[in-house]
DNA sequence: CGTCTATTTGAATGTACTCAAAAGCGGTGG
DNA sequence: CCACCGCTTTTGAGTACATTCAAATAGACG
C-alpha cells in the first residue's frame, strides 16, 4: 500500500520502524475517477498530496474560458496548491484526475505536527522543494529562451513518459502553445 | 553588519545567541562593483549567496546572443544557481551585479554542516523555498495566461520599488517582451 | 565633455493565434 | 460486437500581437 511513498520518503531521510508507521498513519487514501476534482477556484487547499497511481493535472480557467496547465502529478510526485495550502487563503487552481488514480492526503494540522515531531521531515521536505524549485527555474529559463517547436522537443526528450499517457492539447496548454500550433509542429516534425 | 540577514532568519526561526554567532561566522561578505559578474556559464556554484545591498540579476544567453532575465534579487533575498549548487554541475547562467551591491556567501561544506549542527535551518530553508516555489508558480500561471501588457502591468504592481531602479530591458527581458514593445506598450499606457 | 548604453520611434516581418470545419479516436451502451 | 456520441487532433484561411532591424534621441557614467 505505502511501498511508493516510502521509497520516496527514503530517497532523502531514513525513518526508524515507528516513526515509519507514525508517518503511514496520517496518510488517508483517496481515489479520483477519471475528471474528477480534487481542487477547484475557491476551494482552500487543505492538504498535502501525494500521487500513488495515475496522473492528475493543476490549471487555471482564464477570463476567456481557456485552460492553462500549470503542472501534471504522474506516481510519484507531489501535488496541490503550495499558495492556499500555506497561506489558507482560496486557491485559483482546479485540480483534477486525468486517469483514474489514487493519491495520499495529509491534513495540514497533521501536517505540521509531523515537522515538529519528527524534525527529519524538514529536511525531506527542503530537498523536495529545492529539485521542485530547480525544475521550475528550468521551465521558466525554457519559456523565455526558446520559440514553440524547441520547448515542444525539450518536453517529450525530458518527461518521455508524459507523451505517451497525456493528450496533446494538455501537453499544448502545459507548453503554453495552442493546439492546433502543436498539431502543426509535429506534422512538420514528422516530415524527417 | 549582519543585521539584515539575521533579520531574514529571524522570520522563521529563533536562535539561540551561540547558535547566531555560529551561523554569522560562515558568512563571508563580499563587495561587488556594477557589472561585476559572481557566476559565468561553466562556473560551479560554491555558495549560497544573500543580498544585504544593492540589485543583482541571473540571466542567460541564448545561441543568438540574446540576453534573458531569469530573476532578480535586491537586499535580503537569496540568489543563485541552485542546480548547480546542489549537483555540482557548471551553471548556465550569468549573475552579475546591476548596481555596486554586497552580499554574503556560505560555502557549501559549510552550508551542509550547519544543518547538521542545527537543524532548525532546514525550517528556515524549507520556508525560503515554499515562498520561492510559491512566487515561480504564480510567475509561470501569469506567463501563460496573460498578454505582454498585463504581465507588465502586474509586474510594476507586484514589485514597485523595482520599477524604480532596473532598466527597462531588464524588465522586459524578465517578463519575456523585447525592449522595443516594453516601449511601446509603456507610450500606450501613459495615453491614460 | 565625450562615449557608451538605454530608450524611443518607424517600417516590415513573422510566429503563433483565432475561428471554423473535417477527420480521427475511444469509450459507452444498445 | 457494432454504432453512436463526444472529445481530440488535424487542416485551412485569415489575423494579430509582438518581433526584428535600423536609426534617431535621450540619458548616464567616467
Not at 101 to 129: A, G, N, Y
Amino acid at each position: 500500500m505505502f511501498d511508493l511513498i516510502l521509497k520516496n520518503v527514503a530517497r532523502h531521510i531514513t525513518l526508524t520502524p515507528e516513526e515509519t508507521d507514525y508517518f503511514t498513519s496520517l496518510l488517508k487514501p483517496r481515489k479520483l475517477r477519471r475528471r474528477q476534482y480534487l481542487l477547484q477556484p475557491g476551494d482552500i487547499m487543505r492538504h498535502e498530496c501525494f500521487v500513488n497511481s495515475g496522473c492528475l493535472r493543476c490549471y487555471l480557467v482564464d477570463e476567456k474560458g481557456q485552460e492553462h496547465v500549470v503542472h501534471f502529478a504522474i506516481e510519484e510526485w507531489w501535488t496541490g496548491d503550495m499558495y492556499s495550502f500555506l497561506t489558507g487563503q482560496p486557491s485559483a487552481y482546479y485540480i483534477d484526475a486525468l486517469e483514474d488514480s489514487e493519491v495520499f492526503l495529509i491534513d495540514k494540522p497533521q501536517f505540521e505536527q509531523l515537522f515538529i515531531d519528527i524534525p527529519k521531515f524538514d529536511r525531506f521536505f527542503r530537498r523536495l522543494l529545492q529539485n521542485a524549485y530547480v525544475a521550475m527555474q528550468h521551465r521558466i529559463s525554457q519559456n523565455l529562451t526558446l520559440p514553440a517547436r524547441e520547448r515542444y522537443l525539450n518536453f517529450i526528450q525530458q518527461y518521455p513518459q508524459f507523451e505517451q499517457r497525456i493528450p496533446l492539447r494538455q501537453i499544448a496548454s502545459y507548453l503554453g502553445i495552442a493546439p492546433e500550433s502543436l498539431s502543426r509542429i509535429r506534422k512538420q516534425m514528422m516530415r524527417r
